[in-house]
């Protein structure tokens, strides 16, 4: 269909060259004010060009990112899990950080740039590395810490739709977050470097985003510990973590209106069961 239409050109590359390289051709070859990048397994709502590009009209920003859903979300317990988890992250730290005038990273299943500032950044993307070696993983979040540390403001569109599909197994999620929590450990350090010139919430938001998993570890250790050394049961952590959790699902069904987000409760059973010891490997 669009294969015929003039408006469209596409590019083959004779092989796969990863996400990284494949972007930084198309943006070469493109001459259009503003890129959108939509990953092949997202399809994305009519009005979401519309809606980003009218958050782009401001020069001073550089890039915009949609809301993310789950497209499979029926699929299963963990793509109903999933789902629930993109809608906290993108109107609970997405809209907050954006409020301040910094989304720390601007999702690839659906984000808008300004032409203009890729074809300043694209030489340190394409190069970059980690600890001598090119980095070939969170491609997403490293380009939005170009792009602020490029002095541009990085923006969040609740209203532009766009749902992705989502890991349907364990296996693949804990892939998909092993990759995600190296690509936040790396990128972090980065943006370490920004938050002086930045508002300070987003120092605040840095700061609780690492120290909290980092609390959790140590509250389970700790009750596993007294469990272990005095064979008693360690009711205070655990009521402290459930309270916690009940809290945090409570305010987003409220918000949400949608009572469903009383079962993200689970994904703290996940947490501490299986993300927490996934995320101390990544740091490793």
Same mark, same amino acid.
């Given at each position: 269909h669009y294969a015929c239409d003039p408006r469209f050109r596409f590019i083959l590359m004779p092989k796969n060259v990863g996400k990284r390289k494949a972007q930084i051709v198309a943006i070469r070859e493109s001459s259009g004010d503003l890129v959108l990048n939509v990953d092949s397994d997202t399809t994305i709502a009519p009005d979401v060009v519309t809606k980003l590009a009218l958050k782009m009209y401001s020069p001073a920003v550089g890039a915009a990112m949609g809301q993310l859903t789950a497209s499979n /979300? %029926?699929?299963?317990? @963990? *793509?109903? &899990?999933i789902d629930m988890e993109y809608w906290l992250a993108c109107n609970e730290e997405r809209a907050a950080q954006a409020r301040f005038g910094a989304v720390m990273c601007c999702c690839g299943p659906c984000a808008m740039y300004r032409r203009s500032a890729l074809l300043l950044l694209l030489d340190k993307?394409? *190069?970059? @590395? +980690?600890? $001598?070696?090119? %980095?070939?993983? $969170?491609?997403? /979040?490293? &380009?939005?810490? &170009?792009? @602020?540390?490029? $002095? +541009?403001?990085t923006e969040y569109v609740p209203e532009a739709i766009a749902a992705t599909v989502v890991p349907n197994s364990m296996g693949a999620y804990l892939r998909q977050q092993l990759r995600w929590a190296r690509s936040t450990f790396r990128d972090t350090l980065l943006a370490l470097r920004l938050l002086p010139g930045l508002d300070r919430y987003l120092t605040l938001d840095v700061i609780g985003q690492n120290l909290g998993p980092l609390l959790l570890a140590l509250s389970v250790l700790t009750g596993l510990a007294q469990l272990a050394l005095t064979a008693t049961v360690p009711w205070s952590t655990i009521l402290m973590i459930a309270s916690m959790t009940m809290v945090r699902c409570g305010v987003a069904a409220f918000r949400a209106r949608e009572l469903r987000f009383l079962g993200f409760s689970l994904h703290t059973l996940l947490n501490v069961a299986l993300l927490l010891p996934l995320k101390a490997y990544a740091l490793c």
């Open positions: /979300r %029926s699929d299963t317990w @963990l *793509t109903r &899990l993307y394409e *190069t970059q @590395l +980690f600890r $001598g070696r090119p %980095s070939d993983f $969170g491609e997403d /979040r490293h &380009l939005t810490i &170009l792009m @602020l540390n490029a $002095g +541009f403001r």
